[in-house]
């Protein structure tokens, strides 16, 4: 078992869409936050949208209007449905919850990351 399990990257022409998505461990009894981050090549890994347990999310400036996150308690998974992608949003994805599992140490996890290419 890995604690996150990510899907929906690939290749995209500008302008398209794109859909992530990250389910949990079933051994996740407890999750906060859960989000989305970013890293290009030769850029720091950024935020690009958050959401807390009671569904109220926050973006990166830069995708505000394009990207919305959303969240599924019941099943413990989150997603990001990209809009309008450019050729800036390309970069290595990943999943990340802060939550307490009954098999991991921890509270903070990553997932394995899932590349979004947009080509112009």
């Known amino acids: 078992q890995v604690p996150l399990v990510e899907s929906g990257g690939g290749l995209v022409q500008a302008g398209g869409s794109l859909r992530l998505s990250c389910v949990t461990s079933?051994?996740?009894?407890?999750?906060?936050?859960m989000g989305w981050y970013r890293q290009a090549p030769g850029k720091q890994r950024e935020m690009v949208a958050v959401?807390?347990?009671?569904?109220?999310?926050n973006y990166g400036d830069s995708v505000k209007g394009r990207f919305t996150i959303f969240r599924d308690n019941a099943k413990k998974s989150v997603s990001l449905q990209m809009n309008n992608l450019k050729t800036e949003n390309t970069a290595v994805y990943y999943c990340?919850?802060?939550?307490?599992?009954?098999?991991?140490?921890?509270?903070?996890?990553w997932g394995q990351g899932t590349q979004v290419t947009v080509s112009s």
């Open positions: 990340n919850v802060n939550g307490l599992s009954r098999i991991f140490k921890g509270n903070l996890y």
């Open positions: 959401i807390d347990n009671r569904g109220n999310p």
């Open positions: 079933g051994s996740f009894f407890s999750i906060g936050d």
